[in-house]
């Protein structure tokens, strides 16, 4: 064989190798392409939908500022105890808004039913401990409160495994309502003038929420109390054997 003609082979040879690696990249992004185009056909998955609406993403933010606020009220600082106090009711107010908005568009999901409870309880607990820490309040009356949650939480648990649904009264309502007013006087603490009617007066804040954590914890119990006997009362009913037909 002359050089000539190995040169030539030589060269046949090196094009075949470039085609070949070009028809193996084009089919890469052949198959890469077709992939990325299923994707985009693909519907969302139902967790995903669940996720992604608006209720749940607000639920969902206030787990996430737990740790801001726990860093707000760490140090104690005047102005930090105002910003803890000032994002624990905005955590509130978008309960109230994401329960509203959920009903209102139909948008109630399993997910939301997990995380709208569990959001609450979290940044109260993360609130109450913080006050403990900071000695604004007595461990026993958080001791007492985490208490209730779980008794409660345990009793709803157990009456939905039998199908029993058993209504939050009123008391219930009241525990709630005094115990967020309670910690954001807590969160703010100090003495800062308030003007009520025509002059300014000086409003112990930690006195306040104090008074008003345990009139909470009043309630709380009470609303437990009246919730375990609900529960009994329940379960009598069910037990009790059933009058034959006439």
Not at 131 to 136: A, D, K, S
Request: hydrophobic fraction near 50%.
């Amino acid at each position: 064989m002359d050089r000539e003609t190995a040169r030539q082979l030589k060269q046949e040879a090196r094009l075949k190798k470039r085609e070949e690696k070009a028809r193996k990249k084009a089919d890469k992004l052949a198959r890469k392409e077709a992939k990325k185009a299923e994707r985009r056909s693909r519907p969302p998955s139902a967790l995903l939908k669940e996720f992604w609406n608006l209720p749940n993403m607000l639920t969902m933010g206030r787990i996430a500022v737990i740790p801001l606020f726990v860093w707000f009220t760490y140090d104690a600082d005047p102005f930090f105890s105002y910003l803890a106090a000032a994002l624990f009711t905005l955590a509130a107010v978008t309960d109230v808004i994401d329960g509203f908005l959920a009903r209102r568009w139909n948008m109630i999901t399993v997910v939301g039913k997990l995380l709208d409870p569990l959001a609450d309880k979290l940044i109260v607990a993360a609130a109450l401990v913080m006050m403990v820490r900071l000695g604004r309040i007595h461990a026993w009356i958080v001791i007492v409160l985490l208490s209730r949650e779980f008794i409660v939480t345990g009793l709803r648990q157990i009456a939905a495994s039998e199908g029993m649904v058993i209504a939050a009264g009123q008391e219930g309502k009241w525990k709630t309502s005094l115990q967020l007013v309670g910690i954001v006087s807590l969160c703010i603490h100090y003495t800062h003038p308030m003007f009520f009617g025509f002059a300014w007066y000086p409003v112990n804040f930690n006195l306040v929420g104090k008074f008003m954590v345990y009139l909470s914890t009043a309630f709380s119990v009470w609303s437990a109390g009246v919730y375990f006997q609900a529960f009994l009362k329940m379960l009598a009913k069910r037990g009790a054997p059933i009058a034959p037909a006439s």
